[in-house]
């Protein structure tokens, strides 16, 4: 009869798991207060202390330290190691579920002591952890909850096998390595930043051929961005690349929205009432640099959209789900790239770039902090059309690089300009884009005017509203710009730069 070892501080999901241990016939062995937990819902099980022979002491600090539970973990399954347990009246443990003492947790409050910290470093936990995933090859590790019921239906079924058991065993080390490394900074007082990467997918090259490159994600076996490739030629650095601030930009809006990405610069962006109707208008924004992009959609992929798709050369297209029908409509498209995410939701909440000898770690960009106010500058205030164009132009420039314009009518990118090392050229690029469009249309800037020059050519233009940062030692020239044009300008306090 096979014996599992159940020894959790989070006890999320264990009865079920113990339940279903027991109804196959397995022996429960377990430590006080989880012990505890399985009587009061009537599961039979022996605990810690009882088997072997010592009682838990210091106040809880020692628990499972003892040769019964480790002799029982690391034993082999040879006669040698059988007899040598068998004199001391031992018993194979084959199945170990565990998780630790919530340290991150606890030393992120900011009234946490450090008699408290310490007291929350688990020492008995982490060495089940080591000693099963050592021992992998014949004991089963379960350190994450949403283990446990994979791994009993394959006990159910009778298809555990050494590489499930290998696969647990490296969340156990990795675990464990995390969890050193979180004490470390905590008693060090300096931050420390490790890196583990897990190989998720050789490319063919890096942004050219004479580079190489590879795609590591941070959760073993978890595909690019986290999403599902569907169907298309495989991958490339530069496709990951603009898949992923296609997918930052299009999970910033509400309502269905579209963005097109060439080049890691959005092309188009636009929200509507419908898919179809936001795809038409992200690419009429500029359907030439359209060509050979990236599509992002904060809806699932539908019909309709997919059919307008279609006709148009893309490299990928990214949607939280694809419609049965979009899919029979894109599988002729045998080359096109589809990824299914599993969410609209962006993790992790930082972004990393390296440089040389060195990283840059920074939290992401979700846009205005829940504090920031805008102020009406201008004489004239904004309509309330103007006004829900400039909300959209202000969150479709944050994606865009810097030096950042961008001209909207509507919840529709009608001109984009950035990237470039001055601003009234982005403002010139907007308009070369944008064309009659732009007469009407509202701008909206991720950084202030140094000068006038960007507001008087975007009045030129027929720029009827603007929206800003504000903040230059020359805002009252571009204030007055806007006066002389009769453009409303909002000052919003807050810069948007993308390099």
């Known amino acids: 009869m096979p014996t599992a070892l159940l020894s959790v501080h989070n006890k999320t999901g264990l009865l ?40 838990e002491i210091l106040g809880g600090r020692v628990k499972t330290l003892h040769p019964a539970i480790h002799g029982g973990l ?30 991150e947790q606890v030393t992120a409050r900011p009234d946490c002591t450090l008699a408290e910290a310490i007291e929350n470093i688990d020492i008995g936990g982490v060495t089940l952890i080591r000693a099963a995933a050592k021992n992998h ?28 058991r290998r696969t647990l065993a490296l969340k156990g080390f990795a675990l464990t390595a995390a969890y050193d490394r979180a004490i470390y900074s905590y008693l060090a007082g300096e931050e ?8 998720g997918q050789k490319l063919r090259y890096g942004e050219n051929p004479h580079q190489s490159a590879a795609l590591f994600t941070y959760t073993p076996g978890e595909g690019p961005l986290g999403g599902h490739v569907l169907q298309g030629k495989e991958l490339s650095y530069n496709n990951l690349l603009d898949l992923d601030a296609a997918w930052r930009a299009v999970v910033s809006f509400e309502r269905p ?99 040389t000898r060195g990283i840059l770690r920074q939290s992401i ?47 529709a990118t009608v001109g984009i300009g950035g990237g470039q090392p001055n601003r009234v050229d982005c403002v010139r690029i907007a308009i070369q884009r944008a064309g009659e469009r732009a007469r009407g249309a509202v701008m909206a800037s991720d950084a202030f005017f140094p000068f006038p020059d960007s507001v008087q050519v975007a009045a030129e233009a027929g720029i009827t509203a603007i929206i800003h940062p504000g903040g230059s030692v020359r805002d009252a020239d571009s204030i007055a710009a806007a006066n002389a044009a009769g453009i409303a300008m909002l000052t919003t306090g807050v810069r948007h730069f993308r390099h």
């Open 137 to 164: 090859a014949r004991v089963t590790l379960l350190c994450d909850p949403a283990d446990y019921m994979p791994t009993l239906s394959a006990l159910r079924a009778g298809t555990l096998t050494e590489a499930h």
């Open 16 to 55: 079920e798991f113990a339940t279903g241990l027991h109804e196959l016939g397995w022996t429960l062995l377990a430590s006080g207060g989880t012990a505890r937990l399985l009587r009061d819902n009537n599961l039979p099980v022996t605990e810690v202390a009882d088997y072997t022979g010592s009682p």
């Open 257 to 355: 929205s579209i963005v097109i990405v060439k080049h890691l610069s959005p092309c188009g962006i636009a929200s509507a009432d419908s898919l179809s109707e936001a795809y038409r208008l992200a690419l009429a924004s500029d359907p030439i640099s359209a060509f050979g992009g990236i599509i992002a959609s904060n809806r699932p992929m539908d019909e309709e959209t997919a059919l307008l798709i279609k006709d148009l050369f893309v490299e990928c297209v990214i949607a939280p789900g694809f419609s049965s029908a979009a899919l029979e409509i894109f599988a002729h498209k045998k080359n096109l790239r589809l990824l299914d995410m599993p969410n609209l939701e962006i993790t992790p909440r930082f972004e990393l770039r390296s440089i």
């Open 192 to 199: 420390v930043l490790e890196l583990h990467g897990y190989a």
């Open 365 to 411: 960009d979700f846009g205005d902090p829940l504090a920031t106010t805008w102020q009406v500058v201008s004489q004239r205030a904004p309509t309330d059309e103007e006004t829900r164009a400039l909300r959209f132009a202000w969150k479709a420039c944050q994606h865009v690089k810097s030096n950042s314009i961008v001209f909207a009518v509507g919840e």
């Open 74 to 103: 690391l034993a082999r399954p040879t006669d040698e190691d059988a007899a040598q347990l068998h004199e001391f009246g031992w018993g194979y443990i084959d199945l170990v579920t565990v998780n630790l003492y919530p340290f």
